[in-house]
């Protein structure tokens, strides 16, 4: 999918909602557990159920990674089903020598008709570089992640320039690609550094998890992250997925993705 086409997606739905379909088999609903294709079942009644608020899924591999073979085919079978309307995030976070990497790309953008996939940006450019050779295909650079971990590297200031490394990391990364093939992870808990990253990214389109279990406001990442095109893409995978875990936890998926997605309204009319 293009920038353009991703952009006419948000305007036409007034949303910048992803849903995560972060399927965790121990979770989802008892009366769905014993069922051949658990997995499947439930990830196509989600994406029946919030297709109309969102413009993108989000597979996190490693939920379908974690039950073998039978997890990649509800991987294949969900990320095949997914219409063409919306944007297919496969939450990868890989990264490897270039060899390797080019793999990689091979597996989501060739095997799997995915639009993006994350990339950890730690090995340097040889490692992202072949993910950003696909034609309308997105590489999803981990910038500022969500999770408490992040202080540990992301923000430890490099001797050599005063700057921390996730600054350092966005600055030399956006050299590599364009606004219209390479996105950034921003975690919806660092919305106060929202800010200062649009001054160095103003264009790019940022990926935002960590709304909804992990407390981060959709307000603040609206009010400091959107940008003339929205440039948004807020995540939520617990929050609307396992929203509930009776026979109508499909509804009430699409119960809370419509909360989220008049509130995304009401920020982009502004
Ligand atoms: O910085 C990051 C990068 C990725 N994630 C992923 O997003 C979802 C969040 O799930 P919730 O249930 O909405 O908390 C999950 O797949 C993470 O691996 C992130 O949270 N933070």
């Keep these: 999918m293009t920038r353009t086409e991703l952009v006419a997606q948000i305007r036409q739905k007034k949303s910048y909602l992803t849903v995560g379909l972060d399927t965790d088999i121990t979770k989802i609903p008892p009366h769905l557990q014993s069922h051949p294709d658990a997995v499947f079942t439930f990830n196509k009644a989600i994406i029946d159920a919030t297709l109309e608020y969102c413009v993108s899924y989000k597979i996190n591999t490693a939920f379908y990674e974690s039950q073998g073979l039978k997890g990649w085919e509800a991987l294949e079978k969900t990320v095949h089903y997914i219409p ?5 995030i496969a939450d990868a976070k890989r990264g490897d020598i270039g060899n390797t990497s080019s793999q990689y790309a091979k597996t989501f953008f060739e095997v799997l008709p995915f639009d993006a996939v994350t990339v950890a940006p730690y090995m340097g450019e040889d490692s992202v570089r072949p993910f950003l050779e696909y034609d309308n295909k997105w590489t999803i650079v981990l910038g500022l992640t969500s999770n408490a971990g992040s202080l540990d590297f992301q923000k430890l200031s490099l001797a050599s320039s005063e700057k921390m490394l996730y600054e350092q990391v966005l600055e030399k990364t956006v050299s590599w690609g364009t606004p219209n093939n390479l996105m950034f ?19 790019h389109f940022l990926l935002v998890p960590g709304v909804g279990f992990q407390g981060g406001s959709l307000e603040e990442v609206s009010q400091y992250g959107l940008n003339k095109d929205c440039g948004l893409l807020v995540n939520a995978s ?24 008049a509130e995304m309204k009401q920020y982009l009319e502004v």
Aim: aromatic fraction near 8%.
């Design 84 to 88: 063409s309307t919306h944007f297919k």
């Design 238 to 261: 617990r929050a609307i997925i396992f929203a509930s875990s009776k026979e109508n936890f499909a509804e009430e998926a699409a119960t809370i993705a419509a909360t989220y997605a």
């Design 185 to 203: 992870v921003v975690g919806a808990t660092r919305a106060s550094d929202l800010q200062h990253i649009r001054t160095i990214i103003p264009d």
